[in-house]
Protein backbone atom coordinates (compact mmCIF):
# COMPACT_ATOMS: atom_id res chain seq x y z
CA UNK A 1 0.00 0.00 0.00
CA UNK A 2 1.32 3.57 -0.94
CA UNK A 3 0.11 7.07 0.68
CA UNK A 4 -0.57 9.85 -2.08
CA UNK A 5 1.03 13.44 -0.88
CA UNK A 6 -1.40 15.92 -2.21
CA UNK A 7 -2.53 19.46 -1.43
CA UNK A 8 -5.71 21.49 -1.94
CA UNK A 9 -9.29 21.40 -0.84
CA UNK A 10 -11.03 18.11 0.65
CA UNK A 11 -13.78 18.17 -2.23
CA UNK A 12 -10.85 18.34 -5.15
CA UNK A 13 -8.57 15.60 -3.44
CA UNK A 14 -11.60 13.16 -2.25
CA UNK A 15 -13.88 11.34 -4.59
CA UNK A 16 -17.21 13.26 -4.31
CA UNK A 17 -19.12 11.35 -1.49
CA UNK A 18 -15.97 11.13 0.72
CA UNK A 19 -14.80 14.73 -0.30
CA UNK A 20 -18.12 16.55 0.50
CA UNK A 21 -17.85 14.23 4.14
CA UNK A 22 -14.04 15.42 5.06
CA UNK A 23 -15.48 18.74 4.35
CA UNK A 24 -18.50 19.19 6.45
CA UNK A 25 -16.24 17.17 9.25
CA UNK A 26 -13.83 19.75 9.02
CA UNK A 27 -15.27 22.74 9.01
CA UNK A 28 -17.74 21.62 11.86
CA UNK A 29 -14.69 20.44 13.97
CA UNK A 30 -12.63 23.48 12.95
CA UNK A 31 -14.70 25.62 11.09
CA UNK A 32 -12.78 26.67 8.12
CA UNK A 33 -12.67 24.43 5.19
CA UNK A 34 -14.95 26.21 3.25
CA UNK A 35 -11.89 28.77 3.10
CA UNK A 36 -9.70 26.04 1.45
CA UNK A 37 -12.43 24.56 -1.22
CA UNK A 38 -11.31 26.91 -4.06
CA UNK A 39 -7.50 25.46 -4.27
CA UNK A 40 -6.95 22.79 -6.96
CA UNK A 41 -5.73 19.33 -5.96
CA UNK A 42 -1.83 18.71 -6.67
CA UNK A 43 -0.18 15.71 -6.20
CA UNK A 44 3.20 14.99 -5.17
CA UNK A 45 4.08 11.41 -5.20
CA UNK A 46 3.72 8.51 -3.30
CA UNK A 47 5.41 7.05 -0.17
CA UNK A 48 5.10 3.70 1.92
CA UNK A 49 4.32 3.56 5.09
CA UNK A 50 7.11 1.65 5.99
CA UNK A 51 9.76 4.60 5.27
CA UNK A 52 7.46 6.93 6.63
CA UNK A 53 7.47 4.92 10.04
CA UNK A 54 11.60 5.38 9.33
CA UNK A 55 11.53 9.10 9.01
CA UNK A 56 9.44 8.82 12.21
CA UNK A 57 11.85 6.48 14.18
CA UNK A 58 14.99 8.67 12.89
CA UNK A 59 13.14 11.95 13.87
CA UNK A 60 12.42 10.66 17.27
CA UNK A 61 16.31 9.45 17.70
CA UNK A 62 17.28 13.38 16.48
CA UNK A 63 14.88 15.28 17.85
CA UNK A 64 12.67 13.17 20.92
CA UNK A 65 9.28 12.48 20.59
CA UNK A 66 7.63 14.90 22.41
CA UNK A 67 9.14 17.61 19.78
CA UNK A 68 6.98 15.69 16.78
CA UNK A 69 3.00 15.77 17.62
CA UNK A 70 2.58 16.87 14.12
CA UNK A 71 5.09 14.39 12.53
CA UNK A 72 3.69 11.90 14.86
CA UNK A 73 0.25 11.99 13.95
CA UNK A 74 1.80 11.25 10.20
CA UNK A 75 2.02 7.81 10.79
CA UNK A 76 -1.60 5.28 11.47
CA UNK A 77 -4.11 3.68 9.16
CA UNK A 78 -6.41 6.05 7.45
CA UNK A 79 -6.45 9.51 5.80
CA UNK A 80 -3.88 12.60 7.50
CA UNK A 81 -4.73 16.18 6.80
CA UNK A 82 -2.28 18.67 7.78
CA UNK A 83 -4.26 21.81 8.36
CA UNK A 84 -2.89 25.42 7.42
CA UNK A 85 -4.01 26.90 11.17
CA UNK A 86 -2.44 25.85 14.68
CA UNK A 87 -4.27 22.74 15.93
CA UNK A 88 -3.46 19.69 18.45
CA UNK A 89 -3.39 16.67 16.62
CA UNK A 90 -6.88 14.81 16.48
CA UNK A 91 -8.40 11.83 15.00
CA UNK A 92 -12.17 11.61 13.68
CA UNK A 93 -14.80 9.09 12.26
CA UNK A 94 -15.25 9.02 8.68
CA UNK A 95 -18.12 6.78 7.97
CA UNK A 96 -16.55 5.01 5.35
CA UNK A 97 -12.19 4.81 4.71
CA UNK A 98 -10.89 4.52 7.77
CA UNK A 99 -9.82 7.26 10.51
CA UNK A 100 -9.35 11.37 9.68
CA UNK A 101 -5.91 12.46 11.32
CA UNK A 102 -5.60 16.04 11.59
CA UNK A 103 -2.79 18.02 12.65
CA UNK A 104 -1.01 21.62 12.03
CA UNK A 105 0.71 22.40 8.92
CA UNK A 106 2.83 24.98 10.38
CA UNK A 107 3.74 23.01 13.17
CA UNK A 108 4.68 19.84 10.57
CA UNK A 109 6.85 22.86 9.16
CA UNK A 110 8.78 23.55 12.52
CA UNK A 111 8.99 19.83 12.77
CA UNK A 112 10.85 19.87 9.35
CA UNK A 113 12.55 22.53 9.50
CA UNK A 114 14.18 21.18 13.00
CA UNK A 115 14.96 18.00 11.35
CA UNK A 116 16.31 19.73 8.44
CA UNK A 117 18.76 21.70 10.43
CA UNK A 118 20.24 18.57 12.23
CA UNK A 119 20.31 16.75 9.25
CA UNK A 120 21.63 19.66 7.04
CA UNK A 121 18.75 19.42 4.82
CA UNK A 122 17.53 22.18 2.55
CA UNK A 123 14.05 23.86 2.46
CA UNK A 124 13.62 25.94 0.13
CA UNK A 125 12.10 24.31 -3.22
CA UNK A 126 14.89 24.11 -5.94
CA UNK A 127 16.97 22.30 -3.49
CA UNK A 128 14.32 20.40 -2.06
CA UNK A 129 13.15 19.43 -6.07
CA UNK A 130 17.43 18.51 -6.85
CA UNK A 131 17.19 15.91 -3.87
CA UNK A 132 14.07 14.05 -4.96
CA UNK A 133 15.43 14.25 -9.17
CA UNK A 134 18.71 12.63 -7.90
CA UNK A 135 16.77 10.36 -6.39
CA UNK A 136 15.23 9.21 -10.16
CA UNK A 137 18.67 9.09 -11.48
CA UNK A 138 19.21 5.21 -12.53
CA UNK A 139 22.70 5.04 -12.10
CA UNK A 140 23.19 7.27 -8.70
CA UNK A 141 20.18 7.98 -7.43
CA UNK A 142 19.56 4.23 -4.96
CA UNK A 143 22.80 5.26 -3.29
CA UNK A 144 22.39 9.02 -2.97
CA UNK A 145 19.84 9.52 -0.16
CA UNK A 146 18.60 7.15 2.20
CA UNK A 147 14.94 7.08 2.01
CA UNK A 148 13.71 8.70 4.74
CA UNK A 149 15.44 11.63 3.10
CA UNK A 150 13.61 11.62 0.39
CA UNK A 151 10.53 11.26 2.28
CA UNK A 152 11.53 14.41 3.87
CA UNK A 153 11.71 16.28 0.96
CA UNK A 154 8.63 15.17 -0.12
CA UNK A 155 6.85 16.26 2.71
CA UNK A 156 9.01 19.55 2.97
CA UNK A 157 7.91 20.44 -0.60
CA UNK A 158 4.33 20.02 -0.44
CA UNK A 159 3.99 21.59 2.90
CA UNK A 160 5.77 24.90 1.21
CA UNK A 161 3.49 24.79 -1.31
CA UNK A 162 0.31 24.39 0.83
CA UNK A 163 1.38 27.35 3.25
CA UNK A 164 1.91 29.23 -0.30
CA UNK A 165 -1.86 28.34 -1.50
CA UNK A 166 -2.80 28.29 2.32
CA UNK A 167 -5.00 24.89 2.11
CA UNK A 168 -4.41 21.43 3.59
CA UNK A 169 -1.61 18.84 3.08
CA UNK A 170 -3.26 15.55 2.74
CA UNK A 171 -1.62 11.78 2.75
CA UNK A 172 -4.42 10.04 0.94
CA UNK A 173 -4.05 6.48 2.35
Known amino acids: MTLSVAIGGAKGTFADRVGAEVARILDHTFGAEGEWEGVAARRFGELTPDVLAELLRRAVVELGADALPNLSALVGPGTAAFLPAHVQAVTLPLSDGG ?75
Request: proline share 11%; net charge negative.
Open 99 to 173: PLRCASLPGLRDELAALAERWELPLDDAALLDLLRVAEDPVDGPVSEPPEVLTFARLALAANEAVRRDCPLWLLG
